[in-house]
Nanobody
Framework: VQLVESGGGVVQAGGSLRLSCATS????????IGWIRQAPGKEREWVSC????????LYAASIMGRFTAHRDSARNTVSLQMKSLKAEDTAVYYC????????????????????WGQGTQVAVSS
């Protein structure tokens, strides 16, 4: 099983980045995929979740309206388009897979994810 994040980097405040999560080794269409971030010195924070049925993604209030998640079943990938980035968005961003296939309390509590990627660093300069 692999989840590999890419697309991180350094960007100025107000800029945009697009993260990708490439998956393999499990049945992608059975899993919900979440994005989670961890800022320096802070605990991991749930960002977004998109269910296996690709219903409307759920987002944390802190990024609502600025980030958009999308899943591509043909490529077994999930992307996170981030715009209007702020300094407080600086973090390592992880994607994770939940074999329950749905997004719910276990998603934002980070207790439902079975597989995790290694993360990609996003740094937003003010």
């Amino acid at each position: 099983v692999q989840l590999v994040e890419s697309g991180g980097g350094v960007v100025q405040a107000g800029g945009s980045l697009r993260l990708s999560c490439a998956t393999s080794g499990f049945t992608f269409d059975d899993y919900a995929i979440g994005w989670i971030r961890q800022a320096p010195g802070k605990e991991r924070e749930w960002v977004s979740c998109i269910s296996s049925r690709n219903v409307k993604p759920l987002y944390a209030a802190s990024i609502m309206g600025r980030f958009t998640a999308h899943r591509d079943s043909a490529r077994n990938t999930v992307s996170l388009q981030m715009k209007s980035l702020k300094a407080e968005d600086t973090a390592v961003y992880y994607c994770a897979a939940d074999d329950r296939g749905v997004c719910g309390a276990e998603s934002w509590r980070l207790t439902g994810y079975k597989y995790w990627g290694q993360g990609t660093q996003v740094a937003v300069s003010s």
